[in-house]
T-cell receptor
Framework: IAGITQAPTSQILAAGRRMTLRCTQD?????MYWYRQDLGLGLRLIHY???????GKGEVPDGYSVSRANTDDFPLTLASAVPSQTSVYFC?????????????FGEGSRLTVL | GQNIDQPTEMTATEGAIVQINCTYQ??????LFWYQQHAGEAPTFLSY??LDGLEEKGRFSSFLSRSKGYSYLLLKELQMKDSASYLC??????????WGAGTKLIIKP
């Protein structure tokens, strides 16, 4: 049982490059989320999707975009990476829509932008 | 604004008991979560409180007082594997999940 799979697990990227972080879940959960985690700060929501075909902006959406073409996949794209986007990115899912309930997290993608 | 406060770091001894506090100020309340996160790993769900009182689950218990905007996570019979960060999160009236920065718990032999 995979749960949530993220790729890549780690990446070093030159500033200005485009990057897509992949996230796939096999639990048929309705809602999916992208968070970034930085030292000394709580998890911050970048974008979310309550159901396939819909997306919404979270707390820190600037510089990021997402799509939700189907239930399982929720990729996060950095159109033109900047050093401040150096972070650990977590994809998460939950069964419900609206009320997040318990979240199930992927293992994270560590991104370094130079 | 909305915020979650918890201590940055705590140290405890193997076999002992530790209490990690969390205070919150949010626009409404629809539940409080505790997650455990080992270094370099993903957060994993520990507990959920929506009503006042104590929820016990094995060696871990979580308490909630909605009137005080306060929760604690109690860990008993500490083991070395309990060394991790503990994240407090609150669902507000818009069902947004607000996260604390986490408490790093260090267990010493």
């Amino acid at each position: 049982i995979a749960g949530i799979t993220q790729a890549p697990t780690s990446q070093i990227l030159a500033a200005g490059r485009r990057m897509t972080l992949r996230c796939t879940q096999d639990m048929r959960h309705n809602a999916m989320y992208w968070y970034r985690q930085d030292l000394g700060l709580g998890l911050r929501l970048i974008h979310y999707s309550n159901t396939a075909g819909t997306t919404g902006k979270g707390e820190v959406p600037d510089g990021y975009s997402v799509s939700r073409a189907n239930t399982d996949d929720f990729p996060l794209t950095l159109a033109s990476a900047v050093p401040s986007q150096t972070s650990v990115y977590f994809c998460a899912s939950s069964p419900g829509t609206g009320d997040p309930g318990e979240l199930f997290f992927g293992e994270g993608s560590r991104l370094t932008v130079l | 604004g909305q915020n979650i406060d918890q201590p940055t770091e705590m140290t405890a001894t193997e076999g002992a008991i530790v209490q990690i506090n969390c205070t919150y100020q949010t626009s409404g309340f629809n539940g409080l979560f505790w997650y455990q996160q080992h270094a370099g790993e993903a957060p994993t769900f520990l507990s959920y409180n929506v009503l006042d009182g104590l929820e016990e689950k094995g060696r871990f218990s979580s308490f909630l007082s909605r009137s005080k905007g306060y929760s604690y996570l109690l860990l008993k019979e500490l083991q070395m594997k309990d060394s991790a960060s503990y994240l407090c999160a609150v669902t507000n009236s818009n069902y947004q999940l607000i996260w604390g920065a986490g408490t790093k718990l260090i267990i010493k032999p």
